[in-house]
């Protein structure tokens, strides 16, 4: 297969890039995010870790066009791309899981596949709309539940629908918000072993937010970690692994401590 590109007004290749710079979002005086900047290039895997309502999900719909940031900025490529709507971050090649699973229930897996495939700029309709969603599914595993409603998969099988669906509007950058939630050790392993495949396939630069830091550590390239709106460290897992600061954002001081007098 040939690997899919960004919107025509982009390009694609090694010096794309989507960016963060100096982000920050705050709720009715509330500060979610304090000037974070992140760097997600075409083809790496970048893993977004930190303690819950450290603002993973927040960064992760201002990158989206969910949210627009309160300052900074978000470019894709040379493109200043803050403030646009999802609809528009979505044609110009970012595509995105949910937290919570967003799938049209009653529609069939080939079906919500479908949906994603339409949004790519070129408008594939008819039978090429659905060798496109086909090739999706054949990718992703699903091809045995093509035909299956959404609603009467297992959790983790709906997960993958989500990300198939996703990957249809042939992206340069995909987001996941917690992919492997729910997911059991068998399960986090065959999503670390796609994630990694979709990689190699596509040249995606993938941003990985998830709870599950076994599955962080094994597949992200390099890791950023977010503690109370602000980033804290960045690395490769090696490095985040044994950071001080990682280590009492997720362990707490006390504990920290306790370990330097071991």
Known sequence: MTAPSAAPELGNGPSLVLRAEG??????GLQA?????????????????????????????????VLRPTHGRVWIGSRDVTGLPAHRIAALGVARTFQNIRLFSQMTVLENVEVGAALHPERPGGSALRRAARL???ETGLVDVADRPAATLPYGVRR?????????????????????????EAESDELRGLISELRVAHGLGMLVVEHDLRLIMRVAD?????????????????EVSVDP?????????????TESRS
Do not use: C, W
Not at 23 to 28: E, I, K, N, P, R
Not at 42 to 62: D, F, R
Not at 169 to 181: G, V, W
Not at 245 to 257: C, H, K, N, P
């Open 23 to 28: 982000v920050g979002m705050a709720f009715s």
């Open 33 to 65: 995010l304090m000037d974070v900047d992140l760097t997600l290039e075409h083809g790496a895997i970048l893993g977004l870790i930190g303690p819950n309502g450290s603002g993973k999900t927040t960064l992760l719909n201002i990158l989206s066009g």
């Open 136 to 138: 999706m599914l054949t």
């Open 160 to 184: 993958r629908v989500e990300i198939a669906r996703a990957l249809a509007t042939r992206p340069a950058f995909l987001l996941l918000d917690e992919p492997a939630a729910g997911a059991n």
């Open 222 to 238: 390099r890791i950023a970690v977010l503690n109370e709106g602000r980033q804290i460290a960045h690395g490769t897992a090696a």
């Open 245 to 257: 600061a990682v280590r009492e954002a997720y362990l707490g001081r006390r504990a920290v401590d």
